[in-house]
């Protein structure tokens, strides 16, 4: 995409098809002993005492994780009551079992031995299959989910999500600590993900046929054991008639997560009502754009490309806002994501306030506190 087009060009969005586009987010947290802040095995307790209020709130693999999930909202003002409310609970729940809630991609803190499993068949074959990559868990992200008509409107806007997957990263990043050192990553959590055999960027395709033919071979060769374990950063939701997108880490804020759920709105907006097709980055070039995006995240530079080059990952975020300005507008998310974006470049995406935290402290302890007071903050 050229400047001119990010810049210039104006789309007719009716009101109407903007806010027929539902969104949904889910939030993976870890749970932390409050006097130690490590990690801990909590999640049965915590999930079989709380008082629900309409949440959506779920085990995940690791005992010492707990995942809530919003329902199909269509505004971001619900979006935000909704994922608010959820957070609370849960950190009130968490504080009651002496553990604290906190929103971060890695333990900032180690263990002594790796965290338990939720005791299900299909995370046992996990293991069986996938080996000591399961040491490698807990991770968490954040994943939004848009509501699209069919599988080609989906397969079109997984591909233009596609070409932003290393912007969304850069301005999720929220993983700098993991087992008691800083990894040099602004998140490490998509480092550690991308393991996985059928993680990581999805490949371009021409049409929804293309899409489940390479899908049902990465389940054949064994990389997948099912249509839930194909971890594409960008995938068709194998139980919902959403686009799901992946690649962020989990959002240190509810006003992060809503800024997150804007964008990828946004994006999927303007792909409709372009009707053109997305740039077929090449894999060469979109691996490492992820990579600098990990390690950088939006203070640092990013790779710009439509030249292959450098520019600020600030820069790169503007681009994308400019481009889907107009649905933005016609959404009435245009001033969120604006201010949003401003306030992360002024105050640092999540690993940069986590650093911060370091700074002001002097240990990762202190670190743990500010995630546990930052994560349920309104």
Same mark, same amino acid.
């Given at each position: ?58 085990? $995940? ?16 003002? $619900? ?161 919902? *008639? ?36 997305? *740039? ?18 939006? $203070? ?79």
């Amino acid at each position: 995409m050229s400047e001119a087009q990010l810049g210039t060009r104006e789309y007719l969005l009716a009101a109407t098809e903007v806010d027929q586009l539902t969104v949904g987010v889910e939030e993976e947290f870890l749970l932390v002993d409050e006097e130690s802040g490590r990690l801990a095995d909590r999640a049965p307790d915590i999930l079989s005492d709380v008082r629900r209020d309409g949440h959506d709130l779920q085990a $995940e693999i690791a005992l010492s994780q707990i995942e809530s999930a919003s329902g199909v909202c269509l505004t971001m003002p $619900e979006l935000r009551a909704q994922l608010s409310g959820a957070r609370r609970v849960l950190a009130e729940e968490a504080e009651r079992h002496g553990s604290r809630l906190i929103a971060t991609g890695t333990p900032v803190l180690g263990r002594g031995s790796p965290s338990a499993l939720t005791p299900l068949p299909r995370y046992h074959r996990m293991t069986r299959e996938f080996r000591a990559l399961i040491g490698d868990l807990p991770v968490c992200g954040c994943h939004v989910h848009v509501g699209l008509p069919d599988d080609e409107a989906r397969v079109l806007v997984c591909n233009h999500i596609r070409y932003w997957l290393p912007t969304l990263l850069a301005i999720s990043a929220n993983s700098p600590y993991c087992n008691d050192s800083d990894t040099g990553y602004a998140s490490w959590r998509y480092l550690m993900w991308s393991r996985w055999p059928s993680a990581g960027a999805p490949p371009w395709f021409e049409t929804a046929s293309d899409y489940y033919a390479a899908r049902e071979q990465v389940i054949a060769s064994g990389a997948a054991m099912d249509l839930g374990m194909l971890y594409w950063d960008v995938r068709l939701s194998a139980h919902q *008639p959403t686009v799901e997108v992946r690649v962020c880490d989990v959002a240190p804020t509810v006003d992060d997560a809503v800024l997150m759920a804007a964008l990828v709105r946004g994006i999927a907006a303007t792909a409709l009502a372009s009707g053109e097709r997305a *740039p077929a980055v090449p894999p060469h070039l979109l691996r490492p754009a992820l990579w600098r995006a990990a390690r950088d995240g939006l $203070e640092g530079q990013g790779v710009d490309l439509v030249t292959g080059g450098l520019a600020p990952a600030a820069d790169l975020a503007s681009a994308l806002v400019r481009w889907i300005r107009p649905a933005l507008e016609v959404s009435g998310d245009y001033e969120l994501v604006d201010e949003s974006l401003a306030r992360l470049v002024l105050d640092g995406c999540g690993a940069a306030r986590q650093r911060a935290a370091f700074s002001r402290t002097g240990s990762l302890g202190g670190v743990v506190q500010f995630l546990a007071e930052q994560t349920r903050s309104a």
